[in-house]
Every structure is written in C-alpha cells, then in structure tokens.
C-alpha cells in the first residue's frame, strides 16, 4: 500500500515537473481578426468621406462651370437629376446591400443639395422680377442664370417642387423619424427664402437674421419634444435648417457692396447660431467653452459695425457709447449663460472697462449737457451695479465715469439749467423724487434679486466646476 501511495506521488510531481507543452496557435485568431476589422472600418469611413468630398466638389463645380451645351433651364435639370441620384443611390445602399451608413451619408448629401437648387431656382427667378431695382450687371461668368420668360419660370419652379419636396420629406425620414413632417416643413420655408428676388444688402440682412432667429426657435422647440435629436444624425437634421440662411448671407457678400450693416446682422446671425449651439443639451463643455470664447469677437465685431453704420446719422462725441452699448448687449448675454468663471470675470471686465472709457471718451470730445448726462447715467448705473453685486472693477468704473462726466460737463449742465424754463426744471424735479421713491420702496427687493440672481449663477459654475 505504501508503494503504491509513494508510486502515486513520484507520478504526481513527474507530471508537474515535466516538459509543458504549448498549444499550437490557430490559424482562426480573434485578436487578429478583430484588428482585421477595425482596419476594414477605418478603410470604409475614409472612403465614405473622401466620396463625400468628391461629390460636394462636383455640385460646386457645376454651379461654377455649367454644362456646355443647353439653355439655363437644362443646366439646372442636370443638378435637379443628381439631387434624385443621391437620393436613389441611399435607396440602393440601404434596400439592396443593407448598408445603413452609407446610405445615411448619400441621403445627407442629398438633402445638403436641395438649398442649392432653390439657389439656383432664386437666380433663375431674379432674371424675370427684382423687388430691388434691377438686376444687377457684376455678376461673374459662372454664375449668370438667365430664363427667357416668366412661363418658363414657372413651369420649372413646379416641376422642381414636384421633386424636391418628397425628396426633402424622404431624407428627414431617415435622419429624424419622429420629427420628418416638422423638420421638412420648416426646412421648406427657409429655402423659400433663396426664391426672393432681393439682392440688396439691407434687405438680404434682413431676411438672412429672421431665417436664423426662425431656425434658432424651430431647433430649440424640437429638441424639446424629440430626444432622438440628439443622436448624430438628429444634429446633423438640425444643422441644415441653417443652410439657406448662410447661403443668403454668402451670396450677398461675395456678389455684392458689403456695407457695415450686413456685417452687423452677419454677426449678429452667427452670436445667435453660437448661442444655441453652446446651450445645446448633451453637448460637450469643451465646445461650449469655445463657442462662448468665439461669441466674443463676434460680439466686438457686431459692435464696429453698428456703430459705423450710424456714423452718418451720430455726432462724433456717440459713437465711442454706442459701440460700448453694442457690445454690451451682447456680453451680458454672454455672462449669463457661460459656465466657466474665468470667461465670466474677463467679460465683466470687458464691459465695465468699455463702457467707463467710452462715455469718458465721449465727453471729453464734445463737453456738451447730452453727453454728460449720459456719462453720469452710465457712471450710475456701473456704481449701483457694482455695489450691489460686490464688484470692485464696476465700482470704481462709475467713480471714474461720474468724476470725468462731472469735470467735463458742469459748465454745459449749468448752462443748460439757466437756458431752461421753470416748467421744464419742474418736470425734472419730479421725475427725480419720483425714481428716488421707487428706490426707496423697492430698493432693497432689487438689490436681493440682483444678489439671488448672480449668486445662483455663480453657484451653479462652482458646481459644474468641482464636478469637472
């Protein structure tokens, strides 16, 4: 018995102190198929995007070059026909091969060019009827559009809607089901905007900040109701809302005189665009950070160009408090919504810093009663701003505002008091005791709902700061 229990063992320690044998590797290697497959993904998405590129390039060049043979109207056919084949060619992929992502790419291009045939719809239109005075004569070769007569105008027109719309309905179908029939009829709407025969700069301005307001209001509304919105292909539905605008806003500064009010509602229209994309849900605070960042020279830029569209119509001494005006509307839109403090505190600077050496500015050019009165009511305004939110900067800004104003202006505003009659020195008086009253009665309830206001602003940027 015991020669058996040690044979057991010296058996035992033989198999575990004996040669291993390593199993021969498969020729069926996960790993290796596995690395197969992700190079197979990254080949496919280059290729879909380098197809993509080639066929927003050959839509460009056609707008640019035409086709050789043929009238406008045939012209124009040929890309209606490519805008079907994209669309045709999504059916394919996703009906015959069951490829989803390439179809969705092709569906997408397809939408992408419905604006641009309702450009060309919009040229072929403003050779027959221009609400602005005639057609323009500086258009380059390439993108002269000319139809003989209104029948043709209009049988080409319906013939394109016949088209377009169930196209336009189709794509909205696959990249936001739920919101298809919403989606496409505003989207319908905004490229409507590219038939209006209006080439002017203040008109197309017009037009293009109503369409991005509008597109602003229909995106904000449907990611409300539709969650699905959300995704990539729900973003990228929202996206081409804002095609036709841009295209009014481009055509009307690379064809014609650019003046400082289209750059203003330019500017305007991408704050807005910015703004929305920065308060969009679920979307990265990097991003947001940086749309905040670039709102602000937006909002500079906004400002220049207000004010250089009202120097005709300002004396000198208004222009440096316009522009500050300008440019603060903005930013405190801006600094109420941001979440990172430290943009928060550079803006608060900006404003404080712009509006105090404007109103100075303005004062010290023309030492009128006008400006400064209006240096003391901005010097005010910064000082009960600064009080009442503890701001140092906004505090000593007013000082200085309310010195300079004073230094510069009391031998106008004494002028101006002698010069008055008694009825309207009265009326003043009045209007004085009365706002002094209004802030004695309601002084304090201000002071705590500024202080709430900012403080829950502030607190939730803490937040958002310790949980980064």
């Given at each position: 018995m015991n020669t058996r229990v040690a044979n057991a063992f010296d058996d035992e320690l033989e198999v575990?102190?004996?040669?291993?044998?390593?199993?021969?590797?498969?020729?069926?290697?996960?790993?290796?198929?596995?690395?197969?497959?992700?190079?197979?993904?990254?080949?496919?998405?280059?290729?879909?995007?380098?197809?993509?590129?080639?066929?927003?390039?050959?839509?460009?060049?056609?707008?640019?070059?035409?086709?050789?043979?043929?009238?406008?109207?045939?012209?124009?056919?040929?890309?209606?026909?490519?805008?079907?084949?994209?669309?045709?060619?999504?059916?394919?992929?996703?009906?015959?091969?069951?490829?989803?992502?390439?179809?969705?790419?092709?569906?997408?291009?397809?939408?992408?060019?419905?604006?641009?045939?309702?450009?060309?719809?919009?040229?072929?239109?403003?050779?027959?009827?221009?609400?602005?005075?005639?057609?323009?004569?500086?258009?380059?070769?390439?993108?002269?559009?000319?139809?003989?007569n209104i029948a043709s105008t209009g049988v080409t027109l319906g013939g394109a809607m016949i088209v377009l719309l169930p196209i336009t309905m189709f794509c909205f179908a696959i990249m936001a089901r739920h919101s298809a029939k919403t989606l496409s009829l505003h989207f319908f709407a905004l490229n409507m905007l590219l038939l209006l025969p209006i080439r002017s700069s203040l008109a197309a301005g017009t037009v293009a900040l109503l369409g991005t307001v509008y597109a602003l209001y229909i995106v904000r509304e449907a990611a409300k109701k539709d969650r699905a919105l959300k995704t990539a292909e729900g973003r990228f539905a929202l996206i081409t809302l804002f095609i036709p605008t841009g295209i009014i806003l481009f055509r009307s500064m690379y064809f014609y005189q650019v003046d400082s009010l289209m750059v203003a509602m330019l500017s305007m229209a991408a704050f807005l665009a910015a703004r929305q994309a920065s308060i969009f849900p679920d979307r990265s605070p990097r991003i947001a950070l940086g749309l905040d960042m670039?709102?602000?020279?937006?909002?500079?830029?906004?400002?220049?160009?207000?004010?250089?569209?009202?120097?005709?119509?300002?004396?000198?001494?208004?222009?440096?408090?316009?522009?500050?005006?300008?440019?603060?509307?903005?930013?405190?839109?801006?600094?109420?919504?941001?979440?990172?403090?430290?943009?928060?505190?550079?803006?608060?600077?900006?404003?404080?810093?712009?509006?105090?050496?404007?109103?100075?500015?303005?004062?010290?050019?023309?030492?009128?009663?006008?400006?400064?009165?209006?240096?003391?009511?901005?010097?005010?305004?910064?000082?009960?701003?600064?009080?009442?939110?503890?701001?140092?900067?906004?505090?000593?800004?007013?000082?200085?505002?309310?010195i300079a104003s004073l230094l510069f202006g009391t031998e106008a505003l004494l002028a101006l008091v002698l010069a008055s009659s008694w009825i309207d020195l009265a009326i003043f008086g009045a209007c004085a005791i009365t706002l002094g009253s209004i802030l004695d009665r309601h002084g304090v309830a201000i002071n705590v709902y500024l202080a709430k206001r900012f403080g829950r602003i502030s607190q939730h940027n803490e937040e958002v700061s310790l949980g980064e």
């Open positions: 575990q102190h004996g040669p291993h044998f390593v199993p021969k590797s498969s020729g069926f290697d996960v790993d290796r198929i596995m690395h197969s497959i992700r190079n197979f993904a990254t080949l496919s998405e280059a290729l879909r995007i380098l197809g993509a590129a080639v066929l927003v390039a050959s839509m460009s060049l056609f707008l640019m070059q035409g086709w050789n043979e043929g009238n406008d109207i045939s012209r124009y056919l040929m890309l209606l026909a490519q805008t079907g084949l994209l669309a045709a060619a999504g059916f394919a992929l996703s009906h015959g091969l069951k490829e989803a992502k390439g179809a969705r790419l092709f569906f997408g291009l397809a939408l992408v060019s419905i604006p641009a045939n309702f450009t060309i719809l919009g040229a072929l239109l403003y050779s027959v009827l221009q609400w602005d005075g005639g057609l323009s004569s500086t258009y380059p070769g390439y993108a002269h559009w000319e139809i003989q670039l709102s602000i020279p937006v909002a500079l830029t906004f400002a220049f160009a207000v004010t250089g569209a009202l120097v005709p119509h300002l004396a000198w001494s208004l222009t440096a408090p316009v522009f500050s005006i300008a440019y603060s509307a903005l930013a405190l839109d801006l600094l109420r919504r941001t979440e990172s403090t430290i943009l928060r505190g550079t803006i608060g600077v900006s404003i404080c810093l712009l509006v105090s050496a404007s109103f100075i500015l303005g004062v010290g050019i023309e030492q009128s009663a006008l400006t400064s009165i209006l240096g003391l009511a901005a010097g005010g305004l910064l000082l009960l701003s600064g009080i009442a939110l503890r701001h140092r900067t906004a505090s000593f800004a007013g000082v200085c505002t309310l």
